[in-house]
């Protein structure tokens, strides 16, 4: 009777229940009687590096949801012993979540630096907090053996304020659960002499304990950065890719499914959310699993896709015709048109824009091409016929931005001693060598609104990359949109940046945030963050000047000194002895700026790279309106969708900049009143609202909230 069995993810549950109905019931029962013991709160046990923080959210939100609809119960801990890093905004997603308690176990798998605590508070980079504990038996998988409790107490880092700690017992990893033999060793070893005091206990008995301990633990600020696996941030580039894919085109269905009025298409998108978040386990997004996983893995994720644009359309023909965008930052770019003409658009937030007239456009940008010397109204640029560039000069700062010839193409041996897929090991940064030079270029194209130079190139043994480097009219970066038919063994490839910059700390974007990791190796923890995962862009800069890299499906990043780099590719042969072989696409751009990252907007810049706008059926515009914006440049606004429950409308804001302030968010669709909400949606503080604006405060590095009715 004392025994409990702890069971995560909403996903295995939902299963259960459409495949098996007669143990679902029995499940059911079992949670009643307090045997069965539903934990994690998410739909599955997510990467916590890759998915973007809305995808994070909606772990909580369909998780959460489930174990309340169907076993009566939401989940108090974030239950994730086998993930590989975690970003510091988790703190406050989990809080977001209805979450209070983290339990992991990856942590003690550091190479370089074991963590101080075994339990700990860890402050999220807003100030949520969170209880942490990870057990010191260094296992989820524990036999229960005497040894195992022993060491279990001896390991323990935190006796001076704590008088407890977790063995997670069981064949976990894989499935198969306890045997009666640990069992019965814990039966016997609750109070016997020379053993620690044992009891079989649930995740909320062991964590109510734990809270009225007698001691006050240690806070740790920020992210758990994981010394291991660092080739999750790039392994199975094909899944990472319809990862984002599937994530844009989910932002873009809601946000037009709500502008477009009618009928909000909410089972469809359930279900596409859904798939997608099962995709985004932990051994599947991160590159971990054996090929049937991937074959799996990219027909879902065509599904999402094709489902979620399949919504995008419905809406747009009721929105009317013309370019609309779909982000919260105003635009003006070239784009690609239906007729497959190329036009300047101006769109504000979230609305449809307006085709700008052409000889207006050529009076204020145009771009020139000479050889091999790109030229637009902010940058000056010039191209080697290597495939390197070897000159790009910020005009409204009058500086160089390289410091020696940029997208330098490099390949590394990439042989880690184990976990082939997972890790990329320190002693490749000590085989640099690089890639041969391009063997031809043409232009491709050579017009007043883009010009675009290609060259062709030969990646190590049997491998090709065509790229074709452009720069538009009136744009501040410079693109490389990439083919490569990848088919090397143990290489990894990265493209560097050499950059006229100096500063002690690169910045990363994360979930709803960034992070600022070291550019040296003072430390042993600077040198084991050789490798970092980041989204949409990484940046260096000096107060003045610096410069970005963006990227459309990289996640792995590293910058040493002034040389800032993305991993492209990989090629392990374990678990799946195909994985990243064959055709990839993918886009960067170099994106150089006076003043900081902040000033110079490069948030909102990687959101319109990332972000294409979308059409109706013409290419001339009914109405040019904003649905929702925000005046405040500190404070994005999102993601836009329909309430879970309701047709009100809910508004997903965050702080990205590290500052203080109130905002106002101009909504143009019919409400009436505003309360903030957590990301389950349950209500919260009632806002003020004047007219069709919102007052919203805000504090540094928040989650925002918003249902208004």
């Known amino acids: 009777p004392e025994y409990r069995f702890a069971c995560s993810q909403a ?66 801990e974030f239950w994730n012993p086998d993930v590989f890093g975690y970003n510091g905004q988790l703190p406050q997603i989990m809080r977001e979540g209805g979450v209070g308690r983290f339990l992991t176990q990856k942590l003690s798998w550091n190479r370089f630096n074991r963590p101080e605590h075994h339990t700990f508070t860890w402050q999220g980079i807003d100030g949520s907090e969170v209880l942490a504990h990870f ?120 946000f037009l499914a709500t502008a477009a009025g009618g009928e909000y298409p909410r089972a469809e998108l359930d279900g596409l959310w859904k798939l997608l978040l099962l995709n985004q386990f932990h051994d599947i997004l991160p590159g971990s699993s054996i090929r049937l996983v991937y074959e799996d893995a990219e027909r879902d994720l065509a599904k999402v896709e094709a489902g979620a644009n399949a919504i995008c359309d419905a809406a747009l023909a009721s929105i009317g015709t013309g370019p609309v965008n779909t982000i919260g930052f105003a635009r003006r770019e070239v784009a690609r048109a239906p007729d497959g003409e190329l036009r300047v658009v101006e769109a504000p937030p979230y609305g449809p824009g307006a085709v700008v007239a052409e000889d207006l456009v050529l009076k204020q940008h145009n771009v020139s091409l000479d050889g091999l010397v790109l030229e637009n109204a902010y940058l000056r640029v010039e191209l080697a016929a290597d495939g390197t560039v070897v000159s790009v000069f910020e005009r409204s700062s009058n500086r160089e931005t390289l410091a020696a010839p940029g ?118 923890h600077d040198r084991a963050r050789y490798e970092v995962p980041g989204h949409r862009f990484a940046d260096l800069s000096e107060h003045g000047f610096g410069a970005a890299l963006l990227t459309d499906c990289k996640y792995g990043y590293s910058c040493y000194g002034n040389e800032l780099r993305i991993s492209l590719l990989r090629a392990p042969k374990s678990p799946d002895p195909e994985a990243d072989m064959g055709r990839h696409e993918f886009a960067y751009a170099l994106l150089p700026h006076a003043g900081g990252w902040r000033e110079a907007g490069v948030v909102a810049e990687a959101a319109r790279f990332n972000v294409p706008l979308r059409w109706g059926e013409s290419v001339v515009s009914t109405q040019s309106r904003s649905f929702a914006s925000v005046d405040d440049p500190n404070l994005v606004l999102d993601t836009i969708k329909r309430a879970e429950d309701s047709d009100a409308l809910v508004l997903r804001l965050y702080e990205a900049h590290g500052a203080r302030g109130t905002a106002r968010v101009r909504v143009g669709l019919p409400f009436e009143s505003a309360r903030r909400a957590n990301a389950l949606e349950d209500a919260g503080e009632q806002l003020e609202v004047d007219g069709d604006e919102i007052v919203v405060p805000y504090r540094p590095h928040e989650i925002v909230t918003v249902v208004a009715r």
């Open 407 to 524: 997208n330098r193409l490099e390949l590394y041996d990439d042989r880690p001693v184990a976990f082939e897929a997972w890790d990329i090991d320190p002693f490749h940064l000590e085989t640099r060598r690089d890639s041969p030079p391009a063997t031809s270029w043409a232009v491709v194209l050579d017009s007043p609104l883009r010009a675009e130079v290609a060259f062709e190139r030969s990646i190590g043994e049997a491998s090709t990359m065509r790229q074709v480097v452009r720069l538009d009219a009136g744009s501040r970066r410079l693109e490389f949109h990439t083919r490569v038919d990848w088919h090397e063994d143990g290489k990894l490839p990265k493209v560097c940046f050499p950059l006229a910059v100096r500063a002690p700390n690169a910045t990363y974007e994360m979930q709803y945030g960034y992070a600022e990791r070291p550019t040296h190796y003072s430390t042993s």
């Open 135 to 254: 057990p010191p038996a260094d296992t989820y998988n524990a036999e229960a053996t005497v040894a195992e409790l022993r060491r279990n107490v001896a390991d323990f880092k935190d006796h001076e304020h704590s008088r407890m700690s977790m063995l997670g017992f069981g064949h976990g990893d894989g499935g198969g659960g306890p045997t009666r033999e640990m069992i019965e060793t814990l039966l016997r070893a609750r109070d016997l002499q020379g053993l620690p005091r044992t009891a079989m206990r649930s995740s909320d008995e062991f964590f109510e304990a734990l809270e009225a301990g007698p001691g006050e633990p240690p806070t740790i600020l920020g992210e758990l950065y994981f010394e291991y696996h660092r080739g999750t941030y790039t392994t199975q580039a094909r899944t990472k890719r319809g990862n984002r894919r599937c994530e844009v085109a989910l932002h873009d269905a809601e």
């Open 11 to 76: 996903q295995q549950y939902a299963w259960v229940e459409e495949q098996a109905p007669e143990l679902w019931e029995e499940i059911i029962a079992r949670v009643d009687a307090g045997g069965w013991v539903p934990v994690g709160g998410t739909w599955i046990e997510p990467d916590c590096n890759i998915p973007s923080g809305e995808s994070l959210l909606r772990q909580f939100l369909h998780g959460q949801r489930f174990f309340e609809q169907k076993l009566g119960r939401r989940c108090l």
